[in-house]
Antibody, heavy 125, light 107 residues
């Protein structure tokens, strides 16, 4: 059974850099696309970006200047870094596996079929 | 970005009722739409994809339809475990965007 688990600090101060890791168990990280998605308390979902096991990435333009997603094949993990955080970055952060098939993978017509439990990150001075 | 608007924002219904939730895209997205169910404190769960395809393991009382800009999720006979918040997501183009959610409550 494939599982995703987010880890990282729960409390941060404004201007710090958020670092989260998603550990994938039960399957190899290779061959899949992976994403980060966040949800401010009581609000909707926001897609942050994706990474392919090969290292290719793309990000939501609203966050692109502050976001980096990386992969560590040896640890079966991928990570999120978000710089210069503010209170607006307070959210539950989820890692997720991209769901696609055949040509829809290449065309980036993607959904998300497997999610971690999420980790709450609070930004407060 | 493509804006996704769900209606209603909340709905009250009883066990056994038929419920329909609507999602509208700000521009055409063909059939590249998913529906998710989220329960309090839990991650979203993929229910439907490609507008009308049922994800593996999801009960057949869930169905989806639509194309272009207007989509619906229908639950044919509500069960106690269906009371949750539902989100639509467009997969047509980056950045992927979600609706604001529809909270399904027990009447």
């Amino acid at each position: 059974q494939v599982q995703l688990q987010e880890s990282g600090p729960g409390l941060m101060k404004p201007s710090e850099t958020l670092s989260l890791t998603c550990t994938v168990s039960g399957d190899s990280i290779s061959g899949y696309y992976w994403s980060w998605i966040r949800q401010p308390p009581g609000k909707g979902l926001e897609w942050i970006g994706y990474i392919y096991y090969s290292g290719s990435t793309d990000y939501n333009p609203s966050l692109r200047s502050r976001v980096t997603i990386s992969v560590d094949m040896s640890k079966n993990q991928f990570s999120l870094r978000l710089s210069s955080v503010t209170a607006a970055d307070t959210a539950v952060y989820y890692c997720a596996r991209v769901f696609c098939s055949g040509g829809t993978c290449y065309s980036k017509l993607w959904y998300f079929d497997l999610w971690g439990r999420g980790t709450l990150v609070t930004v407060s001075s | 970005d493509i804006q996704m608007t769900q209606s209603p924002s909340s709905v009250s219904a009883s066990v056994g009722d038929r419920v329909t939730i609507t999602c509208r895209a700000s521009q055409g997205i063909s059939s590249w739409l998913a529906w998710y169910q989220q329960k309090p404190g839990k991650a979203p769960k993929l229910l439907m994809y490609a507008a009308s395809s049922l994800q593996s393991g999801v009960p057949s009382r869930f169905s989806g339809s639509g194309s272009g800009t207007d989509f619906t999720l229908t639950i044919s006979s509500l069960q106690p475990e269906d009371f949750a918040t539902y989100y639509c997501q467009q997969a047509n183009s980056f950045p992927y965007t979600f609706g604001q959610g529809t909270k399904l409550e027990i009447k």
